[in-house]
């Protein structure tokens, strides 16, 4: 996977930098490219000369060329560095590096070019143990995931602070095999494939304050947007209420309910080559949701009676009229799950269902892991084991890429 592949370096200012070298040496020896970058504080611990002799390439330090330095690179090395890239790692990442990059910072040439980089970025933190298990550091690599940004988390062993504990950069060899293995999950082969995914429940209103809702939390459908776009399709996600930032690459739509759902997904479909419904929309809403709070003695009034009425199926609709376009639907089931799964690609005319049973252990709402099986139009069943919402996404996405080349 590494061979000719442009691998761009980032090195922050911890201890662990000097290994480093031997990151580079393995990969050049796979027979990759390797650019490096570096803040101040990395100079700390070890040279640019290093990095430029083992690279054989300029190692770029400052966000601006030094005073008297008459070979500019131009103002916008770091887009072309971010173009230039196949994948980037930042090795070792502080403490500090991860917080600014979870809010944006751009003071230094690695966090500069994270802002404006498109490819995959690997992200090895490493820091004395107490750092790494700081609440803070771990809600930050959370929204690091979050964001789409691939995490290598560090080994317990020897710090160099003389304690053990979590927090040491893992060895070069582990790096360079994970490195490769983004490669093979993020292979380009969406490309410029316009891919609508949907995502969370939806809130049906049934007064100002109250909703009738699901315990979906977008993970799946979120982790399925962010797989796509890393594979270099143009994705628009169609959002229900959740707590999950949006994966870097993505357009985003906020919808609530239902028919808003239906309406977002309506005026987006004519451009998509793939719509994937991850959603976990309300069968029933509120006929007549009431505009104020409803009170106490309302209540006892309406004997607690909320009347529902079916909303409109999306999938059903877009099945209709299918134009060419893969559609992929999610089953949730609980019983007979295979005979209703095939009921339902066949009722939505979908191109491949999505079977999974909340009830599974690793397949609970809200959990980072799914167990499923995907179930295409000739009935062939491909059961997956309990795998990571983002792994689970790419097997997805390996099959939509099967049925787009045919
Ligand atoms: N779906 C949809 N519009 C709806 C309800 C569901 O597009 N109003 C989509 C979901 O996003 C999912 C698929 O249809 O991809 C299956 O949803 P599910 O609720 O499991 O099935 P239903 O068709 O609603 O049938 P049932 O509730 O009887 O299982």
């Not at 090895?124 to 290598?152: H, S, Y």
């Not at 799914?370 to 790419?394: C, T, W």
Request: aromatic share 4%; glycine share 8%.
């Amino acid at each position: 996977m590494l061979k000719g592949k442009k691998i761009l370096i980032g090195v922050t200012g911890g201890i662990a930098a000097y290994k480093i070298c031997f990151v580079i040496r393995e990969l050049r020896r796979a027979g990759a490219e390797v650019r490096v970058v570096m803040t101040e504080a990395a100079k700390e611990f070890i040279t640019p000369l290093t990095f430029s002799t083992l690279s054989g390439n300029e190692v770029i330090v400052g966000t601006f060329p030094a005073p008297g330095d008459s070979t500019v690179r131009g103002s916008t090395w770091h887009i072309d560095l971010g173009l230039w890239a196949d994948v980037m790692l930042i090795a070792p990442a502080t403490a500090n590096t991860i917080a600014k990059i979870v809010h944006g910072l751009a003071d230094n040439a690695v966090t500069t070019l994270v802002l404006s980089l498109r490819c995959p970025l690997l992200i090895c933190p490493a820091m004395d143990a107490e750092m790494w298990t700081n609440a803070v550091t771990q809600e930050n690599v959370e929204r690091l995931k979050e964001l789409g940004f691939f995490i290598l988390p560090p080994v317990e062993g020897e710090l160099a602070s003389g304690l053990i504990g979590p927090g040491r950069l893992p060895e070069p060899e582990a790096i360079v095999q994970a490195l490769g293995e983004i490669l093979e999950k993020t292979r380009q082969n969406l490309t410029g494939k316009k891919i609508l995914v949907t995502a969370g429940p939806t809130y049906e209103p049934i007064d100002a304050v109250r909703f009738v809702g699901n315990r979906s939390s977008g993970k799946m459908g979120f982790a399925m947007a962010n797989a796509a776009a890393l594979r270099g399709a143009e994705v628009t996600l169609v959002a229900g209420p959740v707590h999950l930032h949006t994966p870097r690459n993505v357009k985003r739509i906020d919808v609530q309910t239902a028919e808003e759902m239906y309406q977002a997904v309506q005026t987006e479909f004519e451009k998509q080559d793939v719509v994937i419904m991850a959603a976990a929309v309300a069968d029933y809403t509120p006929t007549k949701p009431v505009r104020q709070k409803i009170k106490k003695e309302d209540r006892a009034a309406l004997k607690l009676k909320v009347e529902l009425r079916q909303t409109r199926d999306i999938l059903e609709a877009l099945g209709k009229k299918k134009d060419g376009k893969v559609l992929v639907g999610f089953a949730l089931e609980t019983h007979d799950e295979i005979q209703n799964a095939k009921d339902k690609l066949k009722r939505k005319n979908l191109d491949l269902v999505v079977l999974n049973n909340p009830l599974l252990e690793g397949a609970a709402f809200g959990a980072e892991t799914n167990v499923v099986s995907i179930i295409d139009r000739s009935g062939k069943i491909e059961a997956l084991p309990k795998l990571p919402k983002f792994e689970v996404a790419n097997r997805i996405l390996d099959r939509v890429a099967e049925i787009l080349q045919r």
